[in-house]
DNA sequence: AAATTTCACTGAACCGTATCAGCGCCCTCT
DNA sequence: AGAGGGCGCTGATACGGTTCAGTGAAATTT
C-alpha cells in the first residue's frame, strides 16, 4: 500500500496530472466543480503531497534552519534557547513551515552546516543568533546568498537583515535606577565578551556609569555559567571596596551570585542589590525575588521568524527593531544601606 | 550562476551521469581512477547532492522529526529539553542527519505533524517524549509504520521500540536514603499526573515509603512550574504534620521548595530535606546545594538517537535500557531532626 | 455570422538524483 | 580459438510534483 500521489487521484477524476496539481493548490486553470471533485478525492485517499517531489520542482523547501553555537552543557541552562524558539515556532506553524535544529561547537562547523543547508536546498533560510563583533558567518551567509535574519545589532549585521532590541538604553534604565537608589559601587557580571551585545552593554555600562556619577564601576567577563557567576561574585564581594550593587548577564548567573551573598552573610538586598537579565522563571522562584531586565523572548523569536518568512516571500529587507526589554524591579534591589560588614540576619 | 548538479560532473569529466553517482556514492560500477577524477572535480565546483532529488528516488530524508508538546512558557524552564536535544544533536551530526523540531500544544497537534512529516517524506523516523499513560500517539505511529523510539517505560510503548530508565529503581534509592535518615513524613511534589513516569514514580513512591517505614507519605501533582511547585510546598509545610523531607519531581520546583521553605524559616537540611530530580545546573548554584536524582541527559538522547539511527538503517528493533539515573547527595538532606515549629537561625 | 477571447483542460518537459538493463571490451579458462 | 564472465561505462527510466505551451469548445465581441 503505497502512498498516493497526484497521479492517483487523476486516474480516479479521469483528468492529467496537471489539472490536479492546479486544482490542490488553489490554481486557476480547473472549474470549481473539478477542483471540488479532486479535493474530496485527495482528502478521501489521503494524499500528501511529497515534500521532495515538490522543492525538487523549484518551490520551497518548506524549513528554516536555526543553529546554536554553545556548548551542549551550557545550552540546557539557559531558558533563553528554549522560550526563543517555541516563539519561533510559533510563528512558523501558522505557515506550516519547519524548523532545521542544530547544535554546533563552533562558528566554523556553524558555518559549514549553512553550506550544506543551503547547498542541499534543506532551508529556505536561517536565523543567526548570538551575533559577535566581526562575526564570521555574515560575510559567508551573504555570500551564499542565503535569506538569514539575524538576532542582534545592525551594525553587525552587514547587508542582512538585522532585529534587535535597544541593549543600551536598558543598560541606561538600569545604571539610572541603581544611581538614584544610591548605588556608587556598581559591578557588572557580563557574558562572554566576544559577543556583540556583550560589547554594546560594556559601552553603555561605562558611559552611563560615569555619567550617572557612579563612581566605582567594573566589569567582569564570564561564559554564562552559574559557576563562573558564583567565582566573579565572590571575587567582587570579597574586594577592599566591594560593590552595593551587581547587574548580572543572565539569570542563573544572578541566582548564584545571590546564594554567593546568602552564603557570606551579606543581605540582599539592603546590602547588595542585584540584577538579573534575560528574566526568567528561575528569577522568581528564589528569595529575594530578581529585579531583572525582562523581554518577551518568544515574541523576539516570533518577530524574528515573521521577518524571515516575509524576507524568504517577498525579499522584503530592511532592519527593524523588535520587542524592547524593561527593568522590572522586584525584591532584589533596595536603596544603598550604610557601608558595614558585619553580618545581618533578619 | 546556478548550483552545480552532477550533470554538470558528468559533462567535464566527459562521463554520464549515471557513472557520475556511483562514483560520488561509493557504488561499485566505474574505476577507482575515473572516482577520484569525479570526486575532484565535485570537489572543485563545490557539489552539493540535492536533498530533494535524492530523496524523491526512494532515498532517505536524512532527518528525524522530534515534538515537544507543553506550553511554550513551560519549556524553557525545564534545562532537560534543551540538553536532551543537544544529545541527540551530537548523535545525529556523525550521520549528517538533521533534526526537525516542532512545539505544539496538544497531543492531537502532535498526531498531525507526524502524519504530515511522514507523509510528505520529511523524516525517516522520530523520536516520542514524554510518554502518557495510554499514550494516543502510540497506535497512530504503529500504523503509519513510522520508525520511532519512545523515551519511557516498554509498558506504555506499544510495538514501538523503547528507551528508558529504571524509575523505579531510584525512587527506591531515594526513599531509602531519607528512610535511613530517619525521616518518617515524607512528601512528593510530582509533576503532570498524565505521564507515565509519574504514575511509575508515584507508585514506587508508596510502596518504597511502605515497606520503609516512612508512615506519612503523600503525593501532589504539579504542572512542573516554580510557582506550583511553591505553592504546594507552602501547603505541605502548612499542614498540621508536615513532612521532614520532600521530594520534587523536578528542579525548578525544587528550587521554588527551597526557597518557600527559607521564607518560611525552616532550615535546610537540618529542618527540612529536600530532593530534586534531573539535577541540572540550577541545583549546583543555590545554597544549599541541592541533593538531586541526576541522570545524564544529554547521553539519554544520544542514546535515543543512536538507536533511532540504528532503527532506520537496518530496521533493528527492541527495547533496552538507556543511562541510569542515581542519587547525588549534596546539601539540601540531612538526618530529620527533632519536630519543632521555631524557626532556626545559623 | 465571423472573429476573437476566455475557459478548462491535456500532454509533455523539467527539477536532480538513483538505479537498472545492456553493451562493448578485455581477461581467463578449456 | 571460442565460450564465458567480470569490469566499466552508457542510456533510459523512475521518483512526484510544477509549469508551460497548446487545444478544442464555449462565450463574447464586432
Redesign the interface.
Known sequence: MK?PTIADIARRAGVSKGAVSYALNGQPGVSEATRARIMAIAQEI?W?????????SGAR?D?IGLVLCRP??F?????????L???I??EL?AS?C???????PDHETEIAVY???W????VDGAILVDLHADDPRVPVVERLGMPAVVTGHPSGAGSLTAVWSDEAAVMREVIEYLAALGHRRVARVAGLPGLLHTRIRDEAFAEVCAESGVSEHQVVHTDY???Q??RATRRLLSSRSRPTAIVYDND?MA??GL?VA??MRLDVPSELSIVGWDD???S????PALTAVTRD??ACGAHAAQTLLRLIASGERGSHEGPSARLLPRGSTAPAGRDRTVSH?P
Open positions: 502512498r489521503g500528501r503531497p511529497n515534500l521532495a517531489a515538490r522543492s525538487l523547501a524549513a551542549a552543557r545550552l540546557g541552562v539557559e531558558p533563553f534557547f528554549m522560550e524558539i517555541s516563539g515556532e510559533g506553524a506550516s519547519a524548523l532545521m535544529l542544530q547544535v554546533v553550506r550544506r543547508w547547498g542541499e536546498g534543506r555559567t552559574g559557576e557567576g558564583a542563573i541566582v548564584a546564594s546568602q552564603e526568567s522563571a528561575l522568581q522562584v528564589v528569595r523572548i518568544p540576619v
